[in-house]
């Protein structure tokens, strides 16, 4: 260690897992330098969860201008789009709030200094920066963060590479509606930003390699099927690009149903680790696909270097990101802290939303447990009767003998919004007798975790509504 005790940590990257791991250590008493070769904040405010939930916003409200569920009393009509209005004040806020912070807090905070520029290790204890404005600088470190984050991958497809397609990226900023949109990939990005597409006036045609989020429980990606399908949005199961082209402003694309023809294409088929330019290899940092492995510890396999967020092989998601971030960065100053990922909620922000916790039932059943499970339709949530919007359900996952809750699947409005209500009760260890007993507000959603719960002893159809 320095002089005075005062580590010195090195931390590559400045966006939800460099910044969590950087205020925190500095907190702990260290000195901080922080390496970013591009804009400062990271995919989440830049390019990731801001922009893209501020469009999805956006685009719901577009739609039910164009139609809700009360258009027998409430006029509807086509609105009109002005796309460029709209990037405009998406971007407003996605600056507003990268300033806010991350580069106040940064720039604000004496123990930190910033490098722009690239990485790269020389050895455990020193990294050679290649300054953007021309030049290089050794750091020498104590200890090492890597939180270099993600980009999106570009599936090897025939000719792709030739065309100017989307990304994620460019297709948040976008600044005119596409007449046509073909879109690759079947996760949450594709199917977040197809919706949107779609409710803002584009004809949308996604390309599933299997179907609709293959990684999740099957009834998932069925009822996410139908919603688009009542949207007029066209989902091609077991659908491959053989080939893309470009001409004529027209994408041609050649696939196992046939000819399609798009404006613009969006290619949302997973990111992949940004750690090509750190030499990692060479210093002995074990990455598996590029993505650095990390124990629960969040320690690489160099003793005094961790990594957190995309850029390891943990879950994508910001909170799963800043989380590691702030516990790497307890070990790096003397601590001693854990990433328990048991009780991570997951939240798909479509129309309606997907929210997902613990355990589905394959997955309980591949562990080991003897499962019950029960589905309920949200023809059963009084709160969707009442907004006339019954389509979605609640599934709970419990251990047979305890009844205890392992994990919850739900697709309803503001299920993101609901699932932390499972979350807590995972992580208390409640059982489904438990929730079942709790008071719940009535008509929220959440209360048909409540009803749910229930169903694993009673038939809550046969329940008064008000007073079950």
């Known amino acids: ?91 407003a806020r996605v600056e507003e709030l990268r300033t806010a912070k991350y580069e106040s807090l940064l720039q604000d905070n004496p123990a930190v200094t910033l490098l722009h520029g690239e ?29 270099t984050g993600a980009r999106p991958s570009q599936p090897p497809i025939p000719g792709l590479a030739e065309t100017p397609y989307l990304t994620s990226t460019r297709a948040l900023v976008l600044d005119r509606v596409p007449d046509r949109l073909v879109v690759i990939g079947a996760g949450f990005v594709a199917l977040e930003l197809a919706q949107a597409f779609a409710r803002l006036g584009s004809q949308v045609t996604i390309l599933a390699r299997s179907r609709l989020l293959s990684g999740e429980d099957p009834a998932i990606g069925e009822a996410m099927e139908a919603t688009f399908h009542r949207e007029g949005i066209e989902v091609l199961n077991h659908a491959q690009a053989s080939r893309v082209d470009y001409s004529h402003e027209e994408f041609v694309l050649e696939t196992s149903a046939g000819i399609l023809r798009a404006e613009q294409l969006l290619v949302a088929t997973g990111r992949n680790p940004n750690t090509k330019a750190l030499n990692l290899e060479g210093i002995g940092v074990d990455t ?11 320690q690489t396999t160099v003793r005094g270097i961790y990594a957190a967020g995309d850029c390891t092989d943990q879950p994508e998601f910001v909170y799963v990101a800043a989380a590691g971030g702030n516990r790497a960065a307890i070990n790096m100053t003397g601590g001693e802290a854990t990433l328990d990922l048991s009780a991570m909620p997951a939240v798909m922000f479509t129309d309606p939303q997907v929210a997902t916790v613990g355990l589905n039932e394959r997955e309980a059943r591949l562990v080991g447990y003897d499962v019950d499970s029960r589905l309920l339709d949200l023809e059963n949530v009084p709160r969707a009767l009442a907004n006339f919007d019954t389509h979605g359900f609640i599934k709970m996952v419990a251990e047979k003998t305890s009844g205890r809750l392992l994990g919850v699947q739900a697709v309803t409005a503001e299920a993101g919004e609901l699932i932390q209500t499972a979350v807590m009760a995972i992580r208390a260890g409640m059982t489904v007798q438990e ?27 046969q329940l008064s509504c008000c007073a079950s």
């Open 1 to 91: 260690m320095n002089s005075h005790n005062t580590p010195h940590i090195a931390v590559i990257g400045s966006g939800g897992a460099a910044m969590a791991a950087a205020l925190k250590a500095a907190e702990n008493g260290a000195r901080i330098t922080v390496i970013e070769q591009g804009t400062l904040g990271g995919t989440c405010v830049n390019t990731g969860c801001v922009p893209s939930k501020i469009m999805i916003r956006a685009a719901h409200v577009a739609h039910l201008r164009r139609q809700s569920p009360f258009d027998g009393g409430v006029s509807a009509q086509d609105p009109v789009v002005d796309r460029l209005a709209l990037v405009n004040q998406q971007q």
């Open 119 to 147: 990485a790269r290790f020389l050895d455990a204890n020193h990294l050679a920066v290649a300054l953007n404005d021309g030049g290089e600088e050794t750091v020498l470190f104590d200890r090492a963060f890597i939180g």
């Open 288 to 298: 598996r696909n590029g993505a650095v492995r990390v124990n629960k510890h969040l």
């Open 435 to 461: 929730i079942g007993d709790e008071l719940f507000p009535y008509l929220t959603m959440v209360e048909g975790i409540k009803l749910c719960a229930q169903t694993f002893t009673k038939d809550v159809s």
